[in-house]
């Protein structure tokens, strides 16, 4: 026996088990690559995992993902502001249009039911004389302005001082807050000195504002605004702001400035006051 | 006899703001979020004492990340002012020092509370630790949520005004 062979011999006996694992794993990457170059073989074996990958991970886009989307969307919508709102004015525009449409139809209903014969017949001798029809006096009875509500509000703070109103309204002191604070937005956004905001119009009132110099004066009309109106709504708060707020002017501002400040003009009697300039005023 | 105080509440945004006002106003909390867009306001009578009480008119302004752009408008005529950060969320309480420096240049003289919010979010002892190292005193430590501290703040405020005035 030749060196060779024997060594060949001690080599068999010595690594048997050896050759028998290589032997299965040779055996086993040919299986792994027939069932790697198969498709189909393939992508059974590996779809359930991808699956349930997918659908861990959308189960948990609402967790991960959720708050950053909507952090950033809030973000979004405060910092452009005006971009939203003119996005969503056409719609509200036309949400409005609609409900306006709707508003008039029934208006004109109510006219209708109120044209009975006996309150109509005044009407129509008046339109027979006037030439004016009857549908068109009743609405200028119903858009004839009236006071509705009259605030005098301290200017820099949107405090009431006293208020007259002709019907329970909601809240005088929350009312002359937010009126304040679109005054205040209004002025100080277009910031031009000396230019105060003078009427709001607000679905069917008109508010017309009056700035003096420590108060200012809000008066709410229902009914249609003219120039008329404005111009009779004007002389009655000066006449009012002359004739009793002036003389005291002096007393309110001296006493702001003492320590213990007295409430000069009691808000009973303002409110007296105003409900005598206000309340049966012609417009 | 009622007086009526105007105060206004300031901070970043959704510190929760709106949401202290209406716990302490109508005694109520939501999840939900609704962005405050320009001022709202609101108003509640407060009994300061047994003869006494203050009408506080609440303005309620939208919050910003930037204390120095807030409307100057808005702010006068204020009688007090309460700042409110977010316990819960270091960006709004980081520069605290400087934001509050500003709002008091803003409204001089005017009382200021300050006010972290949302405590019901984070464990008590590491919040204390947090604050001190950030160099924080808070007056307050609310939750709109749970409503701890909020009415003792606001009747505080009421209270401070009135014996002011
Ligand atoms: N857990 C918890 N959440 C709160 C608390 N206060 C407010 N929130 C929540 O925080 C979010 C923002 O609250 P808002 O009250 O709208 O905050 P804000 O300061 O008025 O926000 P802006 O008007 O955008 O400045 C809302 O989702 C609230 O539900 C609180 O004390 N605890
Ligand atoms: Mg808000």
Redesign the pocket.
């Known amino acids: 026996m030749s060196e060779k062979d024997r060594l060949e011999i001690l080599k068999d006996i010595l690594f048997t088990e050896d050759r028998e694992d290589i032997d299965k794993i040779a055996d086993r990457i040919e299986l792994l690559e027939q069932t790697y170059n198969n498709r189909e073989k393939f992508a059974s074996r590996v779809n359930p995992i991808v699956e349930r990958q997918i659908d861990d991970f959308a189960k948990n886009i609402p967790n991960t993902l959720g708050p950053v989307i909507t952090e950033t969307l809030k973000r979004e919508i405060?910092n452009h502001k005006d971009e939203v709102v003119d996005a969503l004015y056409p719609i509200l525009g036309k949400m409005v249009k609609k409900y306006v449409a709707q508003e008039i139809k029934v208006l004109s209903e109510k006219i209708d039911n109120q044209l009975s014969f006996i309150s109509a017949w005044k009407r129509r001798l008046r339109s027979f004389f006037g030439g004016s029809k009857e549908k068109e006096l009743l609405l200028n009875d119903l858009s004839s302005e009236k006071v509705e509500q009259v605030l005098l509000i301290e200017r820099d703070s949107g405090l009431l001082k006293a208020g007259y109103s002709k019907t329970e309204t909601i809240d005088e002191e929350m009312i002359s807050g937010m009126l304040t604070a679109i005054k205040s937005f209004v002025e100080d956004a277009f910031n031009q000195k000396n230019q105060e905001l003078e009427l709001i119009e607000y679905e069917l009132y008109n508010i017309h504002i009056q700035s003096f110099v420590n108060y200012y004066v809000a008066v709410v009309i229902s009914g249609s605004y003219s120039l008329k109106t404005k111009d009779k709504v004007q002389d009655i708060i000066f006449d009012f702001y002359h004739n009793f707020m002036e003389m005291n002017l002096d007393l309110i501002y001296t006493s702001r400035h003492l320590e213990h400040p007295a409430d000069t003009i009691s808000t009973k009697l303002i409110e007296k006051k105003l409900a005598e300039y206000f309340g049966n005023a012609k417009i | 006899m009622q007086k009526s105080k105007k105060i206004v509440i300031l901070?970043h945004?959704?510190?929760?703001?709106?949401?202290?006002i209406r716990r302490f106003v109508e005694d109520s909390?939501?999840?939900?979020?609704?962005?405050?867009i320009g001022v709202h306001i609101t108003k509640k009578v407060v009994e300061v004492n047994a003869d006494e009480s203050v009408s506080l008119i609440i303005w309620?302004l939208?919050?910003t990340d930037e204390v120095q752009m807030i409307r100057q408008a808005y702010l006068l005529g204020t009688h007090g002012v309460v700042f409110?950060f977010d316990v819960s969320r270091p960006s709004t309480f980081q520069n605290l020092n400087r934001d509050l420096e500003i709002v008091a240049q803003k409204t001089p003289d005017t009382p200021l509370i300050v006010v972290g919010?949302?405590?019901?979010?984070v464990i008590n002892d590491e919040l204390q630790i947090l604050l001190k190292d950030n160099g924080i005193k808070a007056d307050y430590l609310?939750?709109?949520?749970t409503g701890d501290s909020v009415n003792e703040m606001f009747t505080h405020l009421a209270t401070l005004l009135n014996d002011l005035s």
């Not at chain 2, 919010?117 to 979010?121: G, Q, V």
Request: glycine share 12%.
């Open positions: 405060h | 901070g945004f959704g510190v929760g703001k709106t949401s202290l909390f939501s999840d939900k979020y609704k962005v405050t309620d939208e919050g409110v919010n949302k405590k019901d979010l609310t939750s709109a949520k």
